[in-house]
């Protein structure tokens, strides 16, 4: 089988469970060469190393990305963003999300989640039945990164769709039609929050505190701190990495669980065991399933030679999976500890919100299995074809109280 994979042509199956041909790729080549030049790497500690070593392992997308994307706004966006940066850049930028994202400025978002999560709930018991992603999942992490950046409540609709298709340009395979889509989307989404910075500069008194697009744009008015596109791409970016992987991180939450009613008890049983039930959906169904890193000079990796300026494909889901690192690993186990997974990545990119990824699941989680006596499947979930973001399309649940 190695000798066969190739990361931009999946095998059949893959998408129902990438975990098994993973599995397979970590015994026979856990430091994998794919046909296109690129490596493919398995192993938990392997990874681990990497993402510890910004020097040795470039997240910069420069050349990775001008094959793919040329001269295009796509370009502009997926190598301005900080997370396609390195230092100095990197931390120059990194620094201005960690301010926004402080423990104080989460806290005042707790009650917005709850009342939100109330809401959907009301409408699943009138109902009695609902279809997740739609009516939950999508809307809860939508509405709190658009608060965060104060976008208004009737324009939620247009930064899903653009979101989506500037996303799905990371595919490693592409139409052209995606391509026009997402390049599209990119010109869409500058000017209009361009519209949305400068109504906010003309009226400062209509921002409200936990605002990120403020601290932001203060940034680049110093001029030195931030540039006006650096300022444009951060906030396209927050918007597309604030919510499709929390999107999928509930609608998985709630797909896992019901696949596994005993943990459903065990949660009952002991409220306590929230916290750790995040992190096991977050390891069980990594959202974000693939990073990337380009090696910055040649080095060897597991006993691979991997030259200077190659690819590697670091396979969270692989990782999250790694028998050397948690005991039986296909175990969907809401009591796991340690449970040290590596689904926000990991050293000086590890992901800026996740600690509000982590309150918006614990709060749905919880209020969900507390509310409702019984709850169903109604027809198998649909796992979208996506390799990097493991998405799911439609779940549809039924309850009584
Ligand atoms: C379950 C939900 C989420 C998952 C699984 C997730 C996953 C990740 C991962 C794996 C990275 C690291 C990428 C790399 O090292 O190459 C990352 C970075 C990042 N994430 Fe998240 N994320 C989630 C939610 C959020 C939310 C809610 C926000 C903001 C509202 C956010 C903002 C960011 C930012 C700004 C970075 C870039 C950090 C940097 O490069 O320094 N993420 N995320």
């Excluded at 970590?26 to 510890?52: C, M, Q, W």
């Excluded at 930064?159 to 010109?187: F, K």
Aim: net charge negative.
């Amino acid at each position: 089988m190695p000798a066969e994979f190739d990361i931009r042509r999946v095998p059949d199956g893959y998408i129902a469970d990438p975990y098994r041909v993973l599995a397979d790729l970590r015994t026979k080549a856990p430091v994998y060469p794919n046909p296109d030049g690129s490596f493919v790497l398995t192993r938990y500690a392997d990874i681990e190393h990497i993402y510890r070593d910004p020097v040795l392992w470039s997240s910069d997308k420069k050349s990775a990305f001008w094959p793919k994307f040329g001269d295009s706004p796509l370009f502009e966006h997926h190598t301005t963003s900080v997370v396609f940066t390195d230092p100095p850049d990197h931390t120059r930028i990194r620094k201005l999300f960690q301010s926004a994202f402080t423990r104080k400025a989460l806290n005042a978002f707790v009650p917005r989640i709850s009342g939100l999560v109330d809401g959907y709930l009301d409408r699943l018991a009138d109902a009695g039945q609902m279809e997740v992603v739609e009516e939950f999942s999508f809307r809860l992490p939508i509405e709190v990164v658009s608060d965060l950046l104060g976008v208004p409540q009737s324009d939620r609709g247009l930064i899903r769709r653009w979101a989506e298709a500037i996303l799905t340009a990371l595919e490693p395979s592409l139409t052209q039609d995606q391509l026009d889509h997402g390049n599209r989307s990119v010109i869409e989404f500058k000017e209009y929050l361009c519209d949305l910075i400068k109504a906010r500069r003309a009226n400062p008194a209509s921002a409200s505190d936990t605002e990120v697009i403020g601290t932001l744009a203060d940034a680049e008015a110093d001029g030195e701190r931030l540039t006006e596109i650096e300022l444009l791409h951060q906030c396209i970016f927050m918007l597309n990495a604030g919510h499709e992987t929390s999107t999928n991180m509930i609608s998985h939450g709630i797909h896992e669980m019901l696949r596994h009613p005993d943990q459903i008890d065990r949660l009952r049983r002991d409220p306590g065991l929230i916290d750790p039930m995040v992190e096991e959906v977050l390891r069980y169904q990594a959202p974000i399933q693939i990073n990337n890193r380009a090696a910055t000079t040649d080095i060897r990796v597991a006993g691979v030679d991997i030259p200077k300026g190659s690819n590697v494909h670091l396979m969270i889901n692989a990782a999250n999976r790694d028998p050397d690192q948690f005991p039986d690993p296909d175990r969907f186990d809401i009591g796991r500890k340690p449970n040290r997974h590596l689904s926000f990545g990991l050293g000086v990119h590890i992901c800026a919100g996740n600690t509000l990824a982590r309150m918006e699941a614990a709060i749905a989680f919880q209020k969900l299995f507390e509310r409702f006596e019984k709850l169903d499947l109604v027809e198998p979930a649909q796992i979208a074809p996506r390799i990097r973001f493991r998405e799911i399309k439609r779940l549809v649940i039924a309850a009584k109280s």
